[in-house]
Structure formats: structure tokens, C-alpha cells
């Protein structure tokens, strides 16, 4: 759980006035957002957590997923290393929406859904044996 927890929190002294706050919150969701475009968990080869916790405060983050600029571009955001740079959940999800409104996403194959037709299919032939 290490990997999802802000800098600040990891380094009281940096800034010592920040708890637990909405902008510690949305570094966690840019975590979140990476795992989903990665397919994987957070630092999930870095076994000692002390270790991660002091990279994490000088300011190494997982590699970016090419593909979505968008989307990439978001997470970095919510990833700032000042928690006052951070968007807030409003504008987080006005990105979101734009992201989803616009003509970035991949079409589907219209022969992919005919597959998962046909596995139903499958299933159901299958299930009546």
C-alpha cells in the first residue's frame, strides 16, 4: 500500500502543515489511473518499502504508459510532488470527461464483439451437453 501513499505523507517535514487531506487523496486516484493503464500494480518489483518510500520522496514515479496522452497527462498531474499543484476532484473529473468525450479512444473491432458472440455461444453448447 505503500506505492499509493503521497510524498507528504511519507515526509512529514517537508511539508509539515499537510495530514491527511482531498490532495493526498488524488495523488492515491494517479496512482489508481496509472495501475489501470499499466495493467499492474504500482513499484510492484520493489520488495524493501523503505527504499520505496525514500524514492517517492525525491520524486521517482512509475514510467508513464504511452497511448493515452490524455490520460497520461492526468495522472502526472494528480503525481506532483507539491500537494497544492494537485487537481481537485472537479477538475479531475472534468478531465476525465473530456478524455471520454473526445475521439482519442480506440474504436471497437466489430469482429471482437462477434467473437464474444460466438463464445457465448460456445458457452451455451457446452452447458447443454
Given at each position: 500500500m505503500i506505492s499509493f501513499l503521497a510524498p507528504e505523507l511519507l515526509?512529514?517535514?517537508?511539508?509539515?502543515?499537510?495530514?491527511y487531506c482531498k490532495k493526498t487523496d488524488i495523488y492515491s486516484l494517479?496512482?489508481?489511473f496509472w495501475e489501470l493503464s499499466s495493467g499492474r500494480p504500482p513499484f510492484e518489483n520493489q520488495s524493501n518499502k523503505i527504499e520505496l518510500?525514500?524514492?517517492?520522496?525525491?520524486?521517482?514515479?512509475?514510467?508513464t504508459i504511452y497511448g493515452t496522452p490524455e490520460y497520461r497527462n492526468l495522472y502526472i498531474e494528480c503525481w506532483d510532488a507539491?500537494?497544492?499543484?494537485?487537481?481537485d476532484i472537479e477538475n479531475v473529473h472534468k478531465m476525465l470527461e473530456k478524455i471520454m468525450n473526445s475521439n482519442i479512444l480506440p474504436e471497437v473491432d466489430a469482429s471482437a464483439i462477434n467473437s464474444e458472440d460466438d463464445n457465448d455461444n460456445n458457452v451455451e453448447q457446452i452447458k447443454s451437453i
Amino acid at each position: 500500500m505503500i506505492s499509493f501513499l503521497a510524498p507528504e505523507l511519507l515526509n512529514q517535514n517537508k511539508f509539515d502543515n499537510i495530514q491527511y487531506c482531498k490532495k493526498t487523496d488524488i495523488y492515491s486516484l494517479g496512482m489508481i489511473f496509472w495501475e489501470l493503464s499499466s495493467g499492474r500494480p504500482p513499484f510492484e518489483n520493489q520488495s524493501n518499502k523503505i527504499e520505496l518510500a525514500i524514492k517517492v520522496v525525491h520524486g521517482s514515479r512509475e514510467n508513464t504508459i504511452y497511448g493515452t496522452p490524455e490520460y497520461r497527462n492526468l495522472y502526472i498531474e494528480c503525481w506532483d510532488a507539491n500537494p497544492y499543484k494537485r487537481p481537485d476532484i472537479e477538475n479531475v473529473h472534468k478531465m476525465l470527461e473530456k478524455i471520454m468525450n473526445s475521439n482519442i479512444l480506440p474504436e471497437v473491432d466489430a469482429s471482437a464483439i462477434n467473437s464474444e458472440d460466438d463464445n457465448d455461444n460456445n458457452v451455451e453448447q457446452i452447458k447443454s451437453i
